[in-house]
């Protein structure tokens, strides 16, 4: 079974701080991706990676940046955190960018900024 | 318009029914279709994903798509209360472009 590791199920931060949040995968998968998911919002894409220090903003990167020097880690920082940055965050893998294969995601990281 | 729609429910039934889950998308470039289970506070757990229309059975999940209709169901028959979650469709192509629905919110009553 695929694994996706979220180092924190919770973390409260304060405004300004610069924020870690990462993510493992076991499955030696390709291509990572960072979402966030708000009530009424459903998920939204704010970066992915399809290799090793590659990456793409997704429709939300504003904000926020990625770091990607290991296939199996992928993470998302959150450069002077803001409280509108409250959400839950996802972690997803998915294999290749030959074979089209669906996602598997992270238990998540729930993120307050007070 | 919206490339994914998806009726938020909530949805309540008794345990035991089959229960019936939709989602409409506009896309027609949308190659691969999923179903996702989230328990609250949880991430999103796949349930189903196939890439052809027609009927995909899974235990008591059934995933069915009509691409000429730009329609997916998922069907769950006999329904417990560890049903009770939010399910997502999701639609993908290529290997990078994912699209979600908002979710409905099935609660299984015992």
């Known amino acids: 079974d695929v694994k996706v590791t979220q180092s924190s199920r919770y973390l409260v931060k304060r405004t300004g701080e610069k924020v870690f949040l990462e993510c493992v995968q076991d499955m030696d998968h390709e291509n990572m991706f960072w979402y966030r998911q708000d009530p009424g919002l459903g998920l939204r894409l704010i970066y992915f990676?399809?290799?090793?220090?590659?990456?793409e903003k997704g429709d939300i990167p504003e904000g926020y940046s990625v770091s990607r020097e290991k296939k199996e880690r992928f993470s998302l920082i959150l450069e002077s955190a803001s409280t509108n940055q409250t959400s839950m965050y996802l972690c997803?893998?998915?294999?290749?960018?030959?074979?089209?294969?669906?996602?598997?995601f992270g238990d998540g990281t729930r993120l307050s900024i007070l | 318009q919206k490339e994914v729609e998806q009726d938020p429910g909530p949805l309540s039934v008794p345990e035991g029914a089959i229960v019936s889950l939709n989602c409409t998308y506009s896309?027609?470039?949308?190659?691969?279709f999923m179903w996702y289970r989230q328990y609250s506070r949880k991430g999103p757990e796949l349930l189903m994903y196939t890439y052809s229309s027609g009927n995909k059975e899974d235990g008591r999940f059934t995933a069915q798509v009509d691409k000429s209709s730009k329609y997916i169901s998922l069907f769950i028959r006999d329904s417990q209360p560890s049903d009770s979650a939010t399910y997502l469709c999701s639609y993908g192509y290529n290997f990078n472009k994912f699209y979600f629905g908002s979710g409905t919110k099935l609660n299984v009553k015992p």
């Open positions: 990676s399809y290799d090793v220090k590659m990456k």
């Open positions: 896309n027609s470039a949308f190659q691969y």
């Open positions: 997803a893998s998915s294999s290749d960018r030959v074979n089209n294969q669906p996602q598997h």
